[in-house]
């Protein structure tokens, strides 16, 4: 499992399109999006920096 300190979620919208974004990367990835904590969980065999790159795509940061 790989965690990510993502800025600018802020509701249910953000959540879809972040999952949306690493999902399409790979489907069968489990995505857990903690919009109070700023993190996002990914259980998933792509790289960490596709992940990364998909993440900052859908227009957020990645610390």
């Given at each position: 499992?790989?965690?990510?300190?993502?800025?600018?979620?802020?509701?249910s919208h953000c959540?879809?399109?972040?999952?949306q974004a690493i999902?399409?990367?790979?489907?069968?990835?489990?995505?857990?999006?903690?919009?109070?904590?700023?993190?996002?969980?990914?259980?998933?065999?792509?790289?960490?920096q596709a992940i990364?790159?998909?993440?900052?795509?859908?227009?957020?940061?990645?610390?």
């Amino acid at each position: 499992m790989q965690v990510f300190k993502v800025s600018g979620m802020t509701c249910s919208h953000c959540e879809r399109a972040v999952t949306q974004a690493i999902q399409a990367l790979d489907p069968q990835a489990q995505v857990k999006v903690d919009l109070a904590g700023g993190t996002v969980e990914v259980q998933s065999s792509v790289s960490e920096q596709a992940i990364r790159q998909a993440i900052s795509e859908a227009g957020y940061q990645v610390a």
